[in-house]
């Protein structure tokens, strides 16, 4: 055992009485990659209960997402049963409509949960030309700088949950309990899958165990 584990495990059952989501903080920047991008149509591949989808709605004129795990898509799909513009289909990416062509395409913590190179590949030809990809990712850490960034994170969680939800919760908020799984690949795979496949692409390590992806279809 690490001599870090009990502290680890200290910190983890503080983090699960001030919860607060990793993905929701990079969601205003997700909407300003989109909104700069110009897109009207966006797809959000894995939207939970909407909280991302809410956002863009704001901003561009109409949103559809994609949640294929049942319960959440429910909750979503009551949120936005009587607003315009917001379309939420309780289905995979690899199950969408591929006649389909988007303006933008976001996904937040839900690239780890797919094949990554056959899914980058989807994403590029579900994009219209011109269109933008932005994505929110999970990786697992390898290598100094992932570590140095994790240990920062794992320092800064508690505070931010603190201060965030300052009330101890009984259990998760309903946008946090949908199905999760630990990322397998690594930043340098993505990385990699990336430049094949999504030439040009940026990707970014974030932290709190995150990175971020912008890629624009040539038009």
Not at 150 to 172: D, Y
């Amino acid at each position: 055992m690490s001599p870090l584990t009990p502290l680890i495990r200290r910190l983890d059952r503080f983090n699960q009485r001030h919860p607060w989501s990793h993905n929701d903080r990079l969601a205003p920047w997700v909407v300003r990659r989109v909104a700069a991008g110009g897109a009207r149509e966006v797809l959000d591949v894995g939207c939970g209960t909407g909280n991302l989808v809410a956002l863009l709605h704001r901003r561009v004129g109409s949103v559809e997402g994609l949640e294929p795990d049942p319960d959440t898509a429910a909750i979503a799909a009551a949120r936005f049963a009587h607003t315009p513009g917001v379309t939420i289909t309780r289905v995979r990416f690899e199950d969408r409509d591929h006649s389909r062509r988007w303006e933008a395409i976001t996904l937040v913590a839900v690239l780890h949960h797919l094949p990554l190179e056959p899914t980058l590949r989807e994403l590029r030809e579900a994009l219209a030309p011109g269109g933008r990809l932005v994505v929110v990712g999970c990786h697992r850490d390898e290598g100094p700088a992932d570590h140095l960034t994790g240990l920062v994170s794992l320092l800064l969680n508690p505070l931010v949950g603190l201060l965030r939800h300052p009330a101890p919760a009984t259990g998760p908020p309903p946008h946090m309990r949908a199905p999760t799984a630990e990322p397998t690949q690594t930043l340098a795979r993505v990385r990699a899958a990336a430049t094949r496949e999504l030439p040009g692409a940026r990707v970014r390590r974030r932290l709190f165990w995150r990175h971020t992806l912008v890629y624009d279809r040539p038009a």
